[in-house]
Every structure is written in C-alpha cells, then in structure tokens.
C-alpha cells in the first residue's frame, strides 16, 4: 500500500519560513519523480517544485529562487524549504510520487498540509 504523509504546514507571517516534509511508504522511492504540489482555494492544483529520479529540479517560476526541493533516497524522504513566504502562497501542499512506466505512469498523491501565510 502506497503512502505518501506530509508535515511542517502551519500559519507563517509573510517572509518567514516553512520546511515541509513527505514520507514515502510501499513505492520504489528511487525510481519516482517527486514532487510538491499546491491548490488554493478556487484554483487548480498547480506544481510547485519536483525532482526527478535523477535529482534534476524543477520549479514553478513563482517560487523559483524562494523554495527547495531535496530528496533522501536513503530514507525515503523529499523536503521543500520555503522562504520569504508570500500571502499568494497560501494553499493546502500535497507531495506527489510519479513512476513512468512506458505506456503509463501511477500517480500517488498524500494527504495535503495547509500553509496559510499572513500578510
């Protein structure tokens, strides 16, 4: 059984910081994509920040430069720091687990963890 459980979410006043967490559980963690994904009320989830298999990043052009996603192979772990926090990036974060099969790809979405940020 898949299980992908985030934490760190929380209320943070603009410019501050949030690390959040992911554990992985019942999946070749190596062998997927990672990523963080957000939706705020009203929107579409939209990606954040992923890596890859490879460790190769990439970042919603929004956040680039504030956030950072990293990975632990080891302990089947992703993170994304997030500094200088902005109200826009209040949404409810969701971690994801891509594994590209060649006709298909399993998705695997956790929980959500909320970030609300104060202006």
């Known amino acids: 059984q898949v299980q992908l459980v985030e934490s760190g979410g929380g209320l943070v006043q603009a410019g501050g910081s949030l690390r959040l967490s992911c554990a992985a559980s019942?999946?070749?963690?190596?062998?997927?994509?990672m990523g963080w994904y957000r939706q705020a009320p009203g929107k579409q989830r939209e990606l954040v920040a992923e890596v890859t298999s490879g460790g190769s990043t990439n970042y919603a052009d929004s956040v680039r430069g504030r956030f950072t996603i990293s990975r632990d192979n080891t302990k089947n772990l992703i993170d994304l720091q997030m500094n200088s926090l902005r109200p826009e990036d209040t949404a409810v974060y969701y971690c994801?687990?891509?594994?590209?099969?060649?006709?298909?790809?399993?998705?695997?979405w956790g929980q959500g963890t909320q970030v609300t940020v104060s202006s």
């Open positions: 019942g999946i070749r963690f190596s062998l997927n994509a």
């Open positions: 994801n687990a891509r594994y590209f099969r060649v006709a298909d790809t399993d998705d695997y």
